[in-house]
């Protein structure tokens, strides 16, 4: 899984580990890996460290291989590289506008690209896209990133009819969960008003991620593919209080 370093990546990989599975981990801080090997190997399961930058076609591309050198096989992929922040339409540069695009979309599609043929070999595979709410949400100051998210979501359903019937392909749209990237952010003023507006009354966990990523990377969700799964407390529209 790509991002795999921090946050819900992070504890995706961990749940996966305590589920039984043997878990690559990719991102481009070598730190942040280790010290996430040393908790997979707590639970019996073996960690293989990718050092990578997604954004580099040259290092996709050497996943999967040493995946299956190193695991033997590929039946699980989770994308969950990207990011963007807040953006003013009217200073955005097109290229700004782009590279949000590239770095949400393209390796998702890359590194899928890539992984189906080892998971057919497999005798099947569940690739799981990591969007957000804001692919949905009419907001301001969230063109580039909503933009791009949204693209990554229709992906999916896309990609979903392409690798049917033994490839499923879905994905998972968080709301605001508590990270260290939206920590910062977090006052207690911030966090109350967003927690009131929000109809389950608290913000997510990356743990409320892990568990529903573990539900589509297992045949528990054998007959679901092209879908997105919105996990944002109940909220219809942003709970932003900026």
Known sequence: MTGAGRGIGRSIALALAAAGADVAIASRTQ??????????????????ILTCDVNKISD????????????????????????????????????????????????????????????HAAGGGSVINITSAA???AQRSFSS??????????????????????????AIAPGPVVTEALGKYLTPEVRAAMEKRTPLARLGTVEDIAAAALYLAT?????????TLELDGGAEATVWPL
């Open 135 to 137: 692919a949905r949400y």
């Open 31 to 48: 730190g942040d890996l280790d010290s996430l090997a040393l908790e997979i190997q707590s639970c019996g399961r073996r960690a293989l």
């Open 219 to 227: 045949p528990a969700s054998s007959w679901m593919t092209g879908k």
């Open 60 to 119: 996709l591309e050497s996943l999967v291989p040493r995946c299956i050198d190193d695991l033997g096989r590929l039946d699980v992929l989770i994308n969950n590289a990207g990011g963007a922040g807040p953006n003013d339409p009217l200073r955005t540069t097109p290229g700004q506008f782009l590279k949000a695009l590239e770095w949400n979309v393209l390796p998702a599609f890359a590194l899928t690209r890539l992984a189906v043929p080892a998971m």
């Open 145 to 170: 990133y909503g933009t791009a998210k949204a693209a990554l979501t229709q992906l999916t359903r896309l990609l979903a009819q392409d690798f049917a019937p033994h490839i499923r392909v879905n």
